[in-house]
């Protein structure tokens, strides 16, 4: 069964940092590219980033750009969002989401959502 | 890439059908896909390229379009649809763009 949890969410003053953790199981993680996805209160979703299956290849939201680092560990099952210069607006739910494999290939969708770790940049 | 979803709410019955609307801003071919979020939990992927159900979800959600204008149609509703809905684009990226969202009650 395939499940995400994410993890090290909190309250951080603006300009502060934060690392979040994604710990996937029950599939295969290096075979998957994955992504996170954010939902600040009162808005939609907004897609942050997302990084190849080898960690090699890695793209971002110009919200974040140049300030959020998407990683993972394959031999620990475990992707990571390194959020350094936080903002107001970076206030959010933040998602590990992992890609949907259609015929073999990504599809840039999600198909299996972790339940979300808070994020809270205030003074 | 940008997805405006209308109506922002939809207040419909039980038994009855929604549909809900989402327009891009230029042609993305058939590659949209619609979730579903309820209050406290993780959004659902429902439906992919346009009219492909997820895999367990039920019949009574159906995807179409193509182009710039999709439809998400829900039959035979159940209180348990109550929800956001949002459409997203994978067309042209990055990045992936998501809909503004539709309430459905």
């Known amino acids: 069964q395939v499940s995400l949890v994410e993890s090290g969410g909190g309250v951080v003053q603006p300009g502060g940092s934060l690392r979040l953790s994604c710990a996937a199981s029950?599939?295969?993680?290096?075979?998957?590219?994955m992504h996170w996805v954010r939902r600040a209160p009162g808005k939609g979703l907004e897609w942050v980033a997302l990084?190849?299956?080898?960690?090699?290849?890695?793209h971002y939201a110009e919200s974040v750009q140049g300030r959020f680092t998407i990683s993972r560990d394959n031999s620990k099952h475990t992707m990571y969002l390194q959020m350094n210069s936080l903002r107001g607006e970076d206030t959010a739910m933040y998602y590990c989401?992992?890609?949907?494999?259609?015929?073999?290939?990504?599809?840039?969708?999600?198909?299996?959502w972790g339940q979300g770790t808070p994020v809270t940049v205030s003074s | 890439i940008v997805l405006t979803q209308s109506p922002a709410t939809l207040s419909l019955s039980p038994g009855e059908s929604a549909t809900l609307s989402c327009r891009a801003s230029?042609?993305?071919?058939?590659?949209l896909a619609w979730y579903q979020q309820k209050p406290g939990q993780a959004p659902r992927l429902l439906i992919y390229?346009?009219?492909n159900r997820a895999s367990g979800i039920p019949a009574r959600f159906s995807g179409s379009g193509s182009g710039t204008d999709f439809t998400l149609t829900i039959s035979s509703l159940e209180p348990e649809d109550s929800a956001f809905y949002y459409c997203?684009?994978?067309?042209?990226?990055?990045?992936?763009?998501f809909g503004q969202g539709s309430r459905l009650e």
């Open positions: 989401a992992r890609d949907h494999e259609i015929a073999g290939r990504m599809s840039l969708t999600f198909d299996f």
């Open positions: 029950g599939f295969t993680f290096s075979d998957y590219v």
């Open positions: 990084i190849w299956f080898d960690g090699n290849t890695r």
């Open positions: 230029r042609s993305i071919s058939t590659y």
């Open positions: 390229d346009s009219s």
């Open positions: 997203q684009q994978r067309y042209n990226w990055p990045p992936i763009t």
